[in-house]
């Protein structure tokens, strides 16, 4: 059993049904901006998922690029929500503001922070398997 893969691969289940409770259950609607960390982390539930089973450790070649993606794109969308001056390149026209914050504890820990994070685990785990498999 290869535990970096169940790792990722449980972060991906998390954030997806996260992401899922968040808009189906508490009535949140997507902004665009997490409507692309969507399409970056959803796929990954499947992918991961069928390396984990295949114990596939060559993996990390297709989930890196989208988790490394992901983080940029969250981790852009999180400065949106936190500075200030970031507010004028928000890219969110019409429908619910890229800016907004649906929830916010502890001050910092919003939605894009959850998705940064998830999405920060799931490319240390893959950078990890790159170099467990190098060495092998």
């Given at each position: 059993?290869?535990?970096?893969?169940?790792?990722?691969?449980?972060?991906?289940?998390?954030?997806?049904?996260?992401?899922l409770f968040f808009s189906d259950q508490l009535g949140f609607v997507p902004c665009t901006m997490c409507w692309y960390q969507r399409i970056l982390m959803y796929?990954?539930?499947?992918?991961?998922?069928?390396?984990?089973?295949?114990?596939?450790?060559?993996?990390?070649?297709?989930?890196?690029?989208?988790?490394?993606?992901?983080?940029?794109?969250?981790?852009?969308?999180?400065?949106?929500?936190?500075?200030?001056?970031?507010?004028?390149?928000?890219?969110?026209?019409?429908?619910?503001?890229?800016?907004?914050?649906?929830?916010?504890?502890?001050?910092?820990?919003?939605?894009?922070?959850?998705?940064?994070?998830?999405?920060?685990?799931?490319?240390?785990?893959?950078?990890?398997?790159?170099?467990?498999?190098?060495?092998?």
């Open positions: 059993m290869n535990k970096t893969l169940l790792a990722a691969w449980l972060t991906a289940i998390t954030a997806t049904l996260g992401s796929p990954l539930t499947l992918v991961l998922g069928l390396a984990f089973y295949w114990n596939d450790s060559r993996i990390y070649r297709y989930v890196l690029p989208l988790s490394a993606i992901g983080m940029g794109i969250s981790g852009y969308h999180y400065a949106l929500q936190k500075v200030p001056a970031m507010k004028q390149f928000e890219m969110c026209t019409s429908g619910v503001p890229c800016s907004g914050e649906y929830i916010n504890v502890l001050s910092f820990i919003t939605i894009p922070f959850l998705s940064f994070t998830a999405f920060t685990i799931i490319t240390i785990c893959m950078s990890r398997l790159r170099k467990t498999s190098a060495s092998s």
